[in-house]
T-cell receptor, first 113, second 115 residues
Framework: DAKTTQPPSMDCAEGRAANLPCNHSTISGNEYVYWYRQIHSQGPQYIIHGLKNNETNEMASLIITEDRKSSTLILPHATLRDTAVYYCIVSLSLFGGYQKVTFGTGTKLQVIP | KAGVTQTPRYLIKTRGQQVTLSCSPISGHRSVSWYQQTPGQGLQFLFEYFSETQRNKGNFPGRFSGRQFSNSRSEMNVSTLELGDSALYLC??????????????FGSGTRLTVV
């Protein structure tokens, strides 16, 4: 499995953009970058995923560097409800094989009023 | 559509007992994965089932087992419970159908406490 490295914690002011980095220097060419978040005592929630191109949906934007060795999840206007642990995962697409999907320890994002 | 349903939500068991947890995936999803989450170890992969067959297994002792039924519902069993098995057990389902594959959808988990 490709490994990811994330900062253990970050703070962000409410209303500002939250930029969460992730390093995945050993990612292989056919592995995707997935982001999930987990609000206390709930199951993780899918946010976004991408392969090479930047992606945007109603929740967030995903910026992947050209060499694909790192990525950044952007929450454009953080709210208190975005306080959660954010996990960056690299994996074959779930359609691409039965690779174990490994979650690291994630980044605990605290949105401050 | 209905999400992933895990039952029971909370469970208290005594050391040495066994426990069975249940997971009903999203309708049409054929893959079910199980994770254990503890404060110290984070989310740890247990196993994945697809079409009633175990496709992948994490590094857990043989006391942890699972199965999947023809309707894709899955159960996991832990025998001879130990205090260290106290955790949140999460189930995730996926369609594994390519174009609409947006990763996992998790249930709310079963909180197991071993005393």
């Amino acid at each position: 499995d490709a490994k990811t490295t994330q900062p253990p914690s970050m703070d962000c002011a409410e209303g500002r953009a939250a930029n969460l980095p992730c390093n995945h220097s050993t990612i292989s060419g056919n592995e995707y970058v997935y982001w999930y978040r987990q609000i206390h005592s709930q199951g993780p929630q899918y946010i976004i995923h991408g392969l090479k191109n930047n992606e945007t949906n109603e929740m967030a934007s995903l910026i992947i560097t050209e060499d694909r060795k790192s990525s950044t999840l952007i929450l454009p206007h953080a709210t208190l409800r975005d306080t959660a642990v954010y996990y960056c995962i690299v994996s074959l697409s779930l359609f691409g094989g039965y690779q174990k999907v490994t979650f690291g320890t994630g980044t605990k994002l605290q949105v401050i009023p | 559509k209905a999400g992933v349903t895990q039952t029971p939500r909370y469970l208290i068991k005594t050391r040495g007992q066994q426990v069975t947890l249940s997971c009903s995936p999203i309708s049409g999803h054929r893959s079910v994965s199980w994770y254990q989450q503890t404060p110290g170890q984070g989310l740890q992969f247990l196993f994945e089932y697809f079409s009633e067959t175990q496709r992948n297994k994490g590094n857990f002792p043989g006391r942890f087992s699972g199965r999947q039924f023809s309707n894709s519902r899955s159960e996991m069993n832990v025998s001879t419970l130990e205090l260290g098995d106290s955790a949140l057990y999460l189930c995730a389902s996926s369609s594994r159908q390519g174009a609409e594959d947006y990763g996992y959808t998790f249930g709310s988990g079963t909180r197991l406490t071993v005393v």
